[in-house]
């Protein structure tokens, strides 16, 4: 079984600062993570996901997560943030069903 | 063209009712999914239909009853609305089923309220 979880409900960042979403997993065999999007009244955009392989994974809208198998992580990740990069963040483990992490509000301020 | 799309948008309606919700993929996906969000934003996993036939039950009230009249068509059935089914709905594909690297791409979401 896979679940993730999110530990900070909310991250205010000011424009141009790095971004970070957190996100931890557990699970029982190979991790399958996602990272999604959901801005105000609409759905849920894919960022990015982590298969195997190399432990940077770049997304969409200059987003990327880094794969920690030591401390079990799989954070999302912004260089420089914008204020339309506030949204609400959702972390999700596969296991043949998505499970997902409670959110995590983003605001990027002016 | 949306990729997957749901109809209606919003939908209000009195308790006892009885609802449908319309989902459509243009992706060529196998597999369709429903899930709920919550007020609280917690999103959950009901059904899921691979080419037709259905994989996935979770715990969900008899009152919800899931169509696919065809692989690109998923639509909910809610009989007898309770104030507790006031949420959001959310159709998405993924191209197999058991794809657990698969990507899953969600519709705009339908927003019940149960009054």
């Known amino acids: 079984a896979q679940s993730v979880a999110q530990p900070e409900d909310q991250v205010n960042v000011a424009e141009g600062n790095p971004l970070t979403v957190k996100c931890t997993y557990s699970v029982s065999g190979n991790p399958y993570l996602f990272w999604y999007v959901q801005y105000p009244n609409r759905g849920l955009q894919f960022l990015l996901k982590y298969i195997t392989g190399d432990n940077l994974v770049k997304g969409s809208y200059g987003f990327e997560a880094e794969f920690n198998k030591s401390q079990t992580s799989f954070h999302l990740k912004k260089p420089s943030a914008l204020v339309s990069d506030s949204a609400l963040y959702f972390c999700a483990g596969n296991d043949y069903k998505l499970s997902f992490g409670a959110g995590t509000t983003v605001t990027v301020r002016a | 063209d949306t990729a997957v799309s749901q109809t209606p948008k919003y939908l209000v309606t009195q308790m006892g009712n009885d609802k449908s919700i319309k989902c459509e993929q243009n992706l060529g996906h196998d597999t369709m999914y429903w899930y709920k969000q919550d007020s609280k934003k917690f999103l959950k996993i009901m059904f899921s239909?691979?080419?037709?036939?259905?994989?996935i039950n979770e715990t969900v009230p008899n009152r919800f009853s899931p169509k696919s009249p065809d692989k690109a068509h998923l639509n909910l059935h809610i009989n007898s609305l309770e104030l507790g089914d006031s949420a959001v709905y959310f159709c998405?594909?993924?191209?197999?089923?058991?794809?657990?690297?698969?990507?899953?791409?969600f519709g705009p979401g339908t927003r019940l309220t149960v009054l």
């Open positions: 998405a594909s993924s191209q197999t089923m058991g794809g657990q690297t698969d990507t899953q791409y």
């Open positions: 239909y691979n080419n037709k036939e259905l994989i």
